[in-house]
Structure formats: structure tokens, C-alpha cells
């Protein structure tokens, strides 16, 4: 049997939910069928301690994106891979006007967010009028595949959704090694929310809903870094929001969600949301914001989780209580199960193979 070559692209494998992707698929694509490598714009990030030691990878040391076009492409020539699998939104645009240089290469492009939302330079946008020059577009939702077909053009023969796949094992694994954190206090209810923090994932909006819990007995545990976090702690202090912790980011987040009564997902939009995954996984009952981004395809409501529009913020607060306060959503086994059954990496995996084998 021939194998294929392929080739991965990504600015660097810092932790992030596409890094996690890529990481996990050049890590467990049967080595009988393919010989998988990662370009990287810059040689950085916490998943390259993850990397299987066979998988190569390909540093071109380019700081900005809009500058590492062409050394993409001459190791695109010079390598010759049979597959070109690009997951990082900007990249995706601007390769998508060179893939007919390469009859002889497939390419294959993972969409990141919801592109309407997440893409606003102009100049970015004008390379998705290119978009069906490859062979196939990775949409990880309903929400990003309709918005494609809808706002881009792209034909839907060219869509394929795959979900996000969850790593079950590996964080069951950080979940053994995981204490109850200092900061939890027994005396209240601790949840926890994780994220970049800008202002696509809405803390905002959350510090804003917490207001109306000041008299609760309830610790908001904020995990993440970010542009917006003097913003954010600024904004804490100004509303007097003595019960939100900023605990900046953690190596092990599986830590804070294991001891979490509840999580909140409160972005403004989505892609396919990992970190809404990875709480089911821990068994975590989830409450999000009624955004796009494929929400709906992972909360099972009353079960998982439950979805509220978080600019209501009287009624996302109200949910929040309902949560907290409602025994049935204890039971970890079961929110374990409604996420691994569906989203486990082996299921994702096999379909990715399918997908890359068959191109």
C-alpha cells in the first residue's frame, strides 16, 4: 500500500482548539497509510511536547502571516505532498488562490469560526471568492457550513462537517493528577469559565450577569489570557464583583472543571466549541450563550448543559441559579456519556481518515 504524505499548516502549536486538531490527527493517522508532517510559521507552542517523535516538523521562521505565502509555496513545490491540509482561518484565504499550481496535491482547508463573524479585513475576505478552489472545506458546525454556502458562495458539494473531536483518555489522565484548587471555597458554589480573553468569547457579557448575583453564594473562576484582561479586571473592579476570580491560564484547566458545580460558555461566536467538550468530559453540566458556532449540535438540553441568550442578562443569571441549584444535573456519568458517544477522538478520527484517504 502507497502512503500518502501530508503536510499540516498552522502559524505555530501554541495551545489553541485548532493546534489541539492538528496535533491530535499528525499524532494518530495510521502510520501504514500516511506519513504526516507540520509546517509551522514559527517553531513555538506547548503542543510541540505532545508530538509523536515521527512526526516532522517544518519551521520557516516567518512572523506574519501575510509574509509566509511564499516559502509555503516552495516547500509546497520542493515536498510534493499528496495532501495539503491548512487549518488556521487566514492561511485558508490566501493559499486558496494557488492550489491550481499543484495538480498533482489535494487540498483540504479546516474552517476555524463562523467566517462571517470572525473575518471582518477586507482584504482577507476577498480571497474566500477563491475558496472552491479546494477540494474539500472542513466545516466544523451547521452554523459554519451554512454560512459558507450562504455568505461565501462556496459550493456545498465541497463541504464536509467533521466535528471536534475530544481526547477522552488524555484527560482522564490530567483529571487523576487533579486536586481540589486553593481557591475553591466549600462555603459557595464554584463556577468556572475558559477562554482567550477578547472580546469574542464575552466575558463582558458575563461580568455584566454576575452583577446580578452579587448576594449569591457563588465564585466565578475566569481561566485565560489575553488583549482584553486589564480591560476585563478593570471592568471587575468598577462593578464591584468581589466573587470573580482571574486565575490566568492554567496548564492543567481539567483541574477547575473537575471541582466545577457548573461551566459557562458566554462567546459572542464559535467555531465548534473544544472547551464545551472537554467540561462534558469532565462531567460538568454547562450552561452557554445562544450563539452560532455549533452549540446546539453538543448541549442535549436538561442533560448536558442548557443554552440562554447571555445579553439577557436577568434571564442568563436566572439559568444559572436553575443549574446550580438543580440536583439531576449531577450526574457526571451521564454528561460524560452524551459527549464521548458523539465526540470521542476515535469517532472523529475514523471520519477524518475516511475523509483524507478517499480525497
Not at 495510521?30 to 506519513?35: F, G, K, L, Q
Not at 519551521?59 to 509546497?76: F, Q
Not at 467538550?277 to 453538543?298: F, H, K, Q, R, W
Given at each position: 500500500?502507497?502512503?500518502?504524505?501530508?503536510?499540516?499548516?498552522l502559524?505555530?502549536?501554541?495551545?489553541?482548539?485548532?493546534?489541539?486538531?492538528?496535533?491530535?490527527l499528525?499524532?494518530?493517522?495510521?502510520?501504514?497509510?500516511?506519513?504526516?508532517?507540520?509546517?509551522?510559521?514559527?517553531?513555538?507552542?506547548a503542543?510541540?511536547?505532545?508530538l509523536?517523535p515521527?512526526?516532522?516538523?517544518i519551521?520557516?521562521?516567518?512572523?506574519?502571516?501575510?509574509?509566509?505565502?511564499?516559502?509555503?509555496?516552495?516547500?509546497?513545490k520542493?515536498?510534493?505532498?499528496d495532501?495539503?491540509?491548512?487549518?488556521?482561518?487566514?492561511?485558508?484565504?490566501?493559499?486558496?488562490?494557488?492550489?491550481?499550481?499543484?495538480?498533482?496535491t489535494?487540498?483540504?482547508?479546516?474552517?476555524?469560526?463562523?467566517?462571517?463573524?470572525?473575518?471582518?479585513?477586507?482584504?482577507?475576505?476577498?480571497?474566500?471568492?477563491?475558496?472552491?478552489?479546494?477540494?474539500?472545506?472542513?466545516?466544523?458546525?451547521?452554523?459554519?457550513?451554512?454560512?459558507?454556502?450562504?455568505?461565501?458562495?462556496v459550493?456545498?458539494?465541497?463541504?464536509?462537517?467533521?466535528?471536534?473531536?475530544?481526547?477522552?483518555?488524555?484527560?482522564?489522565?490530567k483529571?487523576?493528577?487533579?486536586?481540589?484548587?486553593?481557591?475553591f471555597?466549600?462555603?459557595?458554589?464554584?463556577?468556572?469559565?475558559?477562554?482567550?480573553?477578547?472580546?469574542?468569547?464575552?466575558?463582558d457579557?458575563?461580568?455584566?450577569?454576575f452583577?446580578?448575583l452579587?448576594?449569591?453564594?457563588?465564585?466565578?473562576?475566569?481561566?485565560?489570557?489575553?488583549?482584553?484582561?486589564?480591560?476585563?479586571?478593570?471592568?471587575?473592579?468598577?462593578?464591584?464583583?468581589?466573587?470573580?476570580?482571574?486565575?490566568?491560564?492554567?496548564?492543567?484547566?481539567?483541574?477547575?472543571?473537575?471541582?466545577?458545580?457548573?461551566?459557562?460558555?458566554?462567546?459572542?461566536?464559535?467555531?465548534?466549541?473544544?472547551?464545551l467538550?472537554?467540561?462534558?468530559?469532565?462531567?460538568?453540566?454547562?450552561?452557554?450563550?445562544?450563539?452560532?458556532?455549533?452549540?446546539?449540535?453538543?448541549i442535549?438540553?436538561?442533560?448536558?448543559?442548557?443554552i440562554?441568550?447571555?445579553?439577557?442578562?436577568d434571564?442568563?443569571?436566572?439559568?444559572?441559579?436553575?443549574?446550580?441549584?438543580?440536583n439531576?444535573?449531577n450526574?457526571?456519568?451521564l454528561?460524560?456519556?452524551?459527549?464521548?458517544?458523539?465526540?470521542?477522538?476515535?469517532?472523529i478520527?475514523q471520519q477524518?481518515?475516511?475523509?483524507?484517504?478517499n480525497?
Open positions: 500500500m502507497m502512503k500518502k504524505s501530508i503536510i499540516f499548516i502559524p505555530d502549536l501554541e495551545a489553541g482548539g485548532a493546534e489541539r486538531i492538528v496535533t491530535t499528525a499524532n494518530n493517522l495510521p502510520r501504514e497509510r500516511y506519513i504526516p508532517s507540520i509546517l509551522l510559521l514559527r517553531k513555538e507552542g503542543y510541540l511536547d505532545l509523536q515521527d512526526v516532522e516538523i519551521d520557516i521562521a516567518t512572523e506574519r502571516i501575510r509574509h509566509s505565502l511564499k516559502p509555503i509555496l516552495l516547500e509546497i520542493r515536498r510534493k505532498p495532501i495539503v491540509f491548512t487549518g488556521f482561518g487566514e492561511v485558508n484565504a490566501y493559499l486558496a488562490l494557488f492550489t491550481k499550481l499543484f495538480p498533482y489535494k487540498f483540504v482547508a479546516r474552517e476555524t469560526n463562523v467566517v462571517s463573524k470572525h473575518v471582518t479585513r477586507r482584504e482577507i475576505r476577498f480571497f474566500y471568492k477563491f475558496y472552491n478552489a479546494y477540494d474539500r472545506i472542513i466545516a466544523q458546525s451547521n452554523d459554519m457550513q451554512q454560512d459558507l454556502i450562504k455568505n461565501f458562495g459550493k456545498k458539494k465541497k463541504i464536509i462537517k467533521i466535528n471536534n473531536p475530544v481526547d477522552v483518555s488524555f484527560i482522564e489522565e483529571l487523576k493528577e487533579s486536586v481540589r484548587p486553593a481557591a471555597s466549600v462555603q459557595y458554589k464554584n463556577v468556572v469559565a475558559i477562554g482567550n480573553l477578547s472580546a469574542r468569547k464575552g466575558f457579557n458575563l461580568l455584566k450577569v452583577t446580578r452579587k448576594d449569591q453564594n457563588i465564585l466565578l473562576h475566569i481561566l485565560g489570557d489575553g488583549k482584553d484582561k486589564e480591560i476585563l479586571i478593570r471592568m471587575k473592579e468598577m462593578l464591584g464583583l468581589d466573587h470573580v476570580i482571574f486565575h490566568g491560564k492554567k496548564s492543567n484547566p481539567y483541574q477547575y472543571l473537575k471541582y466545577a458545580d457548573l461551566f459557562i460558555l458566554s462567546s459572542r461566536y464559535e467555531g465548534f466549541p473544544n472547551v467538550l472537554e467540561a462534558g468530559t469532565c462531567g460538568v453540566y454547562s450552561v452557554a450563550n445562544d450563539c452560532p458556532g455549533g452549540i446546539d449540535e453538543i442535549k438540553d436538561q442533560v448536558n448543559g442548557e440562554a441568550p447571555i445579553e439577557n442578562y434571564a442568563f443569571a436566572d439559568s444559572i441559579l436553575r443549574a446550580l441549584n438543580n439531576k444535573n450526574n457526571k456519568e454528561i460524560k456519556e452524551t459527549i464521548n458517544s458523539r465526540f470521542s477522538k476515535e469517532i478520527l477524518y481518515d475516511h475523509l483524507l484517504w480525497l
